[in-house]
């Protein structure tokens, strides 16, 4: 599985990352929401993890410019 981590906390990013993939999964990092939506629609991840702040818009607005 492919999962697209996008938050503005760095080390949130880094915790997360470390355990996702200690657990097998590739991990896509994006530190804001236009890198996230970008990355999403270029890479196509099985999961998407959006912090409550990931730059211009909060997290529920980047997963409905996701759903689109």
Not at 48 to 67: F, K, M, Q, Y
């Given at each position: 599985?492919?999962?697209?981590?996008?938050?503005?906390?760095?080390?949130?990013?880094?915790g997360l990352d470390e355990s996702l993939e200690g657990n097998g999964y590739a991990v896509l990092r994006a530190a804001c929401d236009s890198a996230a939506v970008e990355a999403a629609c270029t890479r196509r991840p099985d999961v998407?993890?959006?912090?409550?702040?990931?730059?211009?818009?909060?997290?529920?607005?980047?997963?409905?410019?996701?759903?689109?």
């Open positions: 599985f492919l999962v697209l981590v996008a938050a503005t906390a760095g080390e949130v990013i880094a998407v993890i959006v912090g409550s702040s990931a730059g211009r818009h909060d997290g529920l607005e980047v997963c409905r410019l996701l759903s689109g």
